[in-house]
């Protein structure tokens, strides 16, 4: 009730003053006013009564202005939002009431919790407005597509070395697998992409982008021109090997899932960091090992198909031959090959006029020959080539000529010769 005589009713009170008046003005019976209003005959007889006593005043519902009696004490409001100030000031209201209950033992919906925050001028977590696309249907079976990507981002917010994360996340069941590294290039691929084959098995296909880990920038060599093949990374040609294709997006929207979860994780995975004190990448990644099966019981959703792709995983020996840095390289006549600025020396005579090196995960070099893996030991110390001495000769400037050389007294000659001609033409003395 605004002023004293003004009555703020709802929809549903206009109608029944509207019924309700007619009832008292006997234009329609009592009977008919309760089937109008879904009321019981008695209900209707009390509303005709508060009308003859109070007027319209007397349909406005007797809770109007009232605090609810389910209305959380203000007391606990308060605290609430004291404890969001000092640590959750960052925190949407979904991640801050969830921490709430775990960590302080409040408990206070996500929906009540918002409004408080828009009713305190607290606006951070409103959701921007997006760009309308297609979307693409889930693939029906788990494994037969994941998507791929590396984070770079401030995981850990300054306590700790900078950090990217690899990510992983099936198409049809949203499961997701990560790991941390120091950076993204090939190495962390592999290292990651070895991690979830051992966990889940082979995938049928990788979705990724064009980085230059994932998608080779190299120019096609005249062999490859010959026989009609492009430049592959090493990361490409190892899922090859292992019978994985590899597709690759032309936009960041295109695999929007692993996007969507680096966006999450952002916003959740760096403060949970932060509450649990992560400090270092190894710290982060055991950290990881409990909260990945926590977050995949919870937001991970069931495939259309109960088949699960995920072929069987090679035995360790042969998934470390395969996920590894490959290198050819011509062996010398004295059985030496050289290898990032490094001499090897082979220890067993062959006919080979080719090797193959592989740079394991580990650091570990191995040298082989037709799948055959050769003894080798690096060459410590090589000669050191003498050079004789080269005198420096020093070359002497000429001085310019003076004003009276020949050469200065003809170019001075010319120059009057030219000037007089040119006076001649355009008619000044």
Not at 49 to 65: M, P
Not at 113 to 121: D, E, H, I, N, V
Request: with cysteine.
């Amino acid at each position: 009730m605004a002023g004293a005589d003004r009555v703020l009713m709802s929809t549903k009170e206009l109608k029944r003053v509207q019924v309700i008046q007619q009832a008292l003005g006997k234009k329609i019976k009592q009977v008919e006013a309760a089937q109008v209003l879904g009321l019981s005959d008695r209900q209707i007889r009390r509303l005709v009564k508060r009308v003859e006593a109070e007027g319209e005043r007397g349909l406005v519902h007797r809770s109007q202005g009232r605090c609810s009696n389910r209305a959380i004490d203000g007391r606990i409001k308060a605290r609430i939002l004291k404890l969001y100030e000092a640590r959750y000031s960052d925190f949407g209201p979904t991640l801050a009431a969830e921490k709430l209950a775990e960590r302080n033992g409040i408990a206070v919906s996500d929906e009540t919790l918002r409004l408080w925050l828009l009713q305190a001028g607290i606006t951070h977590f409103k959701r921007r407005a997006r760009r309308h696309r297609r979307w693409r249907e889930r693939k029906r079976h788990a494994g037969q597509m994941i998507q791929m990507d590396g984070s770079h981002h401030d995981w850990l917010e300054g306590r700790g070395p900078a950090c990217v994360l690899m990510g992983y996340i099936d198409d049809a069941t949203g499961r997701v697998f990560a790991r941390f590294y120091a950076y993204e290039g090939t190495i962390p691929a592999m290292d990651s992409f070895q991690r979830y084959a051992r966990r889940y098995g082979l995938p049928m296909s990788v979705y990724l982008d064009q980085h230059s880990t994932y998608k080779s920038t190299a120019k096609p060599t005249i062999e490859e021109q010959l026989q009609g093949l492009k430049p592959m990374s090493q990361f490409e040609r190892a899922l090859g090997e292992l019978g994985v294709q590899v597709l690759h997006a032309n936009s960041p929207q295109a695999k929007g899932r692993i996007e969507r979860l680096f966006g999450t994780f952002q916003d959740r995975l760096i403060k949970e960091m932060r509450l649990a004190g992560i400090q270092t990448i190894d710290e982060a990644n055991r950290f990881l090992q409990g909260y990945l099966p926590t977050y995949n019981r919870r937001f991970s959703v069931k495939p259309v198909e109960a088949v699960d792709l995920h072929r069987p995983s090679p035995a360790s020996r042969d998934l470390e031959g395969i996920l590894c840095l490959k290198a050819q390289r011509v062996l010398r006549n004295d059985f030496t090959v050289a290898y990032h600025g490094k001499l090897y020396q082979i220890e067993e005579a062959n006919r080979a006029k080719q090797v193959s090196l592989e740079e394991r995960l580990d650091g570990t070099l191995r040298i082989t020959h037709r799948g055959k893996p050769l003894r080798y030991r690096e060459i410590q110390t090589r000669p050191i080539r003498l050079q004789e001495p080269v005198e420096k000769r020093t070359i002497s400037r000429a001085s310019p000529p003076s004003g009276e050389h020949p050469w200065r007294r003809s170019l001075l000659h010319n120059h009057e010769e030219w000037k007089e001609s040119m006076n001649e033409k355009t008619g000044h003395f």
